[in-house]
């Protein structure tokens, strides 16, 4: 499975996963399975929530990196993907100075298949972008339903070098006053791949960007100041675009849109596509703060946005049907919680689905500084827990958990009632990549070793507290299949696998059957042995893989 997101056949073995995206059933999330980006490399991952394990990765055949993923439509229909660093599609070379030809963005949306818990390449396309960064996408919900969004940045299409006297990207990318909040007609656009008017890249299916321009899948609306992701309200009619560099959040209207598309009144960029005037797209816009990044609403018609320079959560209303929910009026700031401190991402329960919950936020903060005991240079992130069940100016802080590994940005927050996972596979022999009985699984009472010319294949099974096999002899240059079950009925009653040398380690959960193989190039003693602490006699599971020298047994046999 990881090299399915293996890169120009070179193993790539590590990602930035940046959104992960539960999948959802008439825009609320289902708990069946999760979907996440690897910005780093353009590659999506899919997980199954029956045992939450990575089933599946795709490599994006057009871009090298992306961001806006993964988001998916009301009913994970389509993984959305959308590009950064704009490059030349199909990981092709081109000079920097033909920025403006040759470079592009792209967004790819990938189609689910939900029987086969698999995302189906064969029914998914990409549409060509300026070369503008795209950032952070959404799916229209309810009332924009069949549309997706992205925000962007650098539409100023700085090319940095600042090595050469030239802006640095970062005053590069942020000269102009506006850059473009991306709008799609997703279903005009599965139409047209449908009826095949793409091209190829990569032999994978892309919409170019004249032909978007053409069928009306693509519109811009111009975005205030380094904007920074779009957030879909929980009815669909609004996105909210937060300005990086501007206090206010800008609030879109997507009625507004569809009448400034209707009406055909316009501008267009450099490469022709249709901006449609700020005064005609936007709702409102609301001062909350500096830094403004990600937006999340509640039950009460709040909406939330992280301020990463104040280091506070901001409260502010909706308006819309939403106005009648709250107290105050629409479209204004309501309160602000210090964070502890440089909030990136924020989740609401379930907020940003149609239906979100309410009561709890997590703050995902970047730094730490002062909040837990110094363990050396590297700091964990600080994820704060906030009371938001009330109204007004009232938000709590409740909680702090360090959180230690990689920098989290965003994550989603589900009932735990919507999660019904296994607690052990369902049959022994399980194989979690197929999703059913493996026929190679061994079985209790059918353990052995078999040979065939200089391939070994082991069937072997593990129940507390030991392995069956206990001795395992081979010869130097062996080619080892070894398969092994947990034949564990019980909750909890995982068994670990190790054998030193080998750079060998297994997880076996309780009914699960593994397969590995390696060659047997180096002779020796090897013990084996359980890596969970599974039972009293845990140290005892254990045993000798034996691997005799080459030629040792036609001189014992002499
Ligand atoms: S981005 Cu804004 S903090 Cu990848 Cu969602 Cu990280
Ligand atoms: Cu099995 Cu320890």
């Known amino acids: 499975m990881l090299d399915e997101g293996n890169i120009n056949g070179k193993e790539v073995r590590w990602g930035d996963t940046h959104h992960p995206a539960l999948s959802e059933t008439k825009g609320d999330y289902d708990g069946q399975f999760l979907f996440i980006n690897d910005k780093a490399n353009a590659r999506v991952a899919v997980i199954d929530l029956r045992d939450f394990e990575t089933k599946q990765i795709v490599k994006n055949p057009v871009a090298l990196n992306d961001h806006g993923g993964t988001m998916v439509t009301p009913n994970t229909e389509y993984i959305i993907e959308g590009g950064q660093y704009a490059a030349p599609l199909g ?8 920025y403006n030809t040759d470079y592009r963005g792209m967004v790819t949306f990938w189609k689910f298949d939900r029987d086969k818990g698999r995302i189906d390449k064969s029914q998914s396309f990409a549409i060509e972008l300026p070369p503008y960064w795209q950032d952070l996408c959404d799916a229209g919900k309810l009332a924009s339903e069949g549309w997706a969004f992205c925000n962007s940045f650098n539409a ?64 811009f609306t111009p975005e205030p100041k380094s904007p920074h992701g779009v957030d879909v309200s929980p009815d669909g009619k609004f996105l909210v675009v937060s300005g990086k560099l501007d206090p206010h959040v800008t ?26 005037l700020l005064d005609d797209t936007k709702e409102a816009q609301v001062e909350v703060g500096l830094g403004p990044l990600h937006t999340q609403f509640d039950d009460k018609g709040y909406a939330y946005t992280s301020l990463f320079l104040d280091s506070a959560v901001a409260r502010w209303t909706l308006g819309g049907d939403f106005a009648d929910k709250h107290p105050e009026e629409p479209w204004q700031l309501v309160s602000k919680i210090s964070v502890h401190y440089n909030i990136g991402h924020l989740v609401t329960a379930e907020g940003d689905t149609v239906s979100p919950d309410g009561r709890y936020l997590v703050a995902m ?37 360090p ?46 070793v078999e040979r065939n010319g200089k391939t070994v294949e082991v069937f072997m099974t593990a129940v507390r507290s030991h392995f069956t096999p206990e001795h395992v002899e081979i010869e130097q240059g062996d080619h080892v299949i070894w398969h092994i079950t947990n034949i564990e009925r019980a909750y909890d009653a995982t068994h670990g696998f190790s054998v030193p040398g080998y750079n060998i380690n297994l997880s076996i959960e309780p009914g699960e059957t593994v397969t590995f193989e390696f060659d047997a190039d180096q002779p020796g003693v090897f013990s084996y042995y359980c890596t969970e602490f599974c039972s009293a006699l845990h140290l005892e599971m254990t045993g000798y893989l034996l691997v005799k020298p080459t030629g040792t047994t036609a001189m014992l046999n002499q």
Do not use: C
């Open 403 to 448: 959180i230690g590994i990689g920098e989290p940005h965003y994550a989603q927050m589900i009932k735990y009632d919507k999660l019904s996972p296994w607690e052990v596979y369902p049959e022994i022999g399980w194989d979690p990549h197929t999703q059913s009985v493996d026929p190679n699984a061994p079985k209790p009472g059918e353990e052995r």
């Open 365 to 401: 903060n970047k730094w730490a500084i002062d909040r837990f005991a110094n363990v050396g240079p590297l700091l964990p992130q600080n994820f704060q827990l906030i009371d938001i069940d009330n109204t007004g100016d009232n938000m709590q802080l409740l909680y702090d958990m």
């Open 91 to 98: 990981w092709e070379y081109a000079s920097l100075d033909d």
């Open 156 to 219: 100023e299409r700085a090319t940095g070098g600042v090595e050469e006297g030239n802006p640095p990207f970062e005053a590069g990318a942020s000269q102009g006053d506006t850059d473009y909040l991306h709008i799609f007609n997703l279903k005009k656009a599965e139409e047209v791949y449908k009826a095949g008017k793409t091209v190829e890249v990569n032999g994978f299916p892309v919409i170019s960007l004249q032909t978007a321009i053409d069928e009306g899948i693509l519109y």
């Open 251 to 276: 609030v879109y209207s997507f009625e507004k849109i569809q009448k400034a598309i209707e009406a055909g009144k316009w501008d267009t960029d450099d490469y022709g596509v249709p901006v449609l």
